[in-house]
C-alpha cells in the first residue's frame, strides 16, 4: 500500500499545505505561552533578570498566539485537536525546568526556540512567494524566537546541570509535537 505524499509548493494543494502550517504554527505558540505560563508559576516573584527575561518573552508570545488565532479564524483552519495536551504539557514543562532553577528555565527556552528558529526557517523557503502574508508574519516571529534563543544563552542556559541531556530530550519532544500538530 503506497502513501500519498503531501504536495510540495508550488503544487496543485497549496491551500492545505498553508493550513498544516497555521494548524502546526498556532499550536506551537499556544505551547509557548504555556511554557512560560509555567515557568512564571515558579519564577514570576523574583525580581531577577531572568525572571524578568521570561515575563518579556511571555509577552512576545502572546502576541504571536494572537496572530496565529486571527489567522485560524481568518483563513478558517482548524486547529489542532491536541490543544488539551499542549495545555498541560507546555504548562508542566516550564514549571519543571523553572523549578530545576533559572539556568534549567533558560536551558528550556533555547531547546524550545532553537528547533523553532528551524521549524520557520523552514516554512519560509517553502511558502516562497506564495503567500507574502503568512510568510512575512513568520519571518517576523522567527526573529523574535532566534532574539528568544540567544536571551537565555546570555542568561546560562549552557550553565544549567545536564544542559546537553535536558536541551536534547526538549528539542526531540518539540519535533514530535511540531508533526504530530500538522496532522492532527
Known amino acids: 500500500m503506497s502513501r500519498k505524499k503531501r504536495p510540495e509548493f508550488p503544487g496543485a494543494d497549496a491551500s492545505a499545505e498553508v493550513a498544516a502550517m497555521i494548524r502546526v504554527d498556532h499550536a506551537g505558540e499556544y505551547g509557548a505561552v504555556r511554557i512560560y505560563e509555567g515557568q512564571l508559576a515558579v519564577l514570576g516573584g523574583r525580581s531577577s533578570a531572568a525572571a524578568a527575561a521570561v515575563r518579556h518573552m511571555a509577552e512576545q508570545e502572546k502576541r ?83 532574539s528568544h534563543r540567544d536571551t537565555a544563552i546570555a542568561h546560562d542556559a549552557e550553565g544549567a546541570p545536564g544542559y546537553r541531556l535536558l536541551s536534547e530530550s526538549i528539542k526531540a519532544g518539540c519535533r514530535l509535537a511540531i508533526a504530530l500538530s500538522e496532522k492532527i
Open 64 to 146: 504571536h498566539l494572537e496572530a496565529f488565532d486571527s489567522l485560524v479564524v481568518g483563513r478558517r483552519v482548524r486547529p489542532t485537536a491536541l490543544e488539551p495536551v499542549w495545555r498541560i504539557a507546555g504548562f508542566a514543562l516550564g514549571a519543571a525546568s523553572a523549578l530545576l532553577g533559572e539556568k534549567a528555565a533558560m536551558a528550556c527556552t533555547a531547546a524550545v526556540e532553537d528547533v523553532i528558529d528551524k521549524h520557520y526557517a523552514s516554512q519560509i523557503a517553502r511558502l516562497g512567494d506564495t503567500d507574502p502574508e503568512l510568510r512575512k508574519t513568520i519571518e517576523e516571529f522567527r526573529a523574535e524566537e532566534i
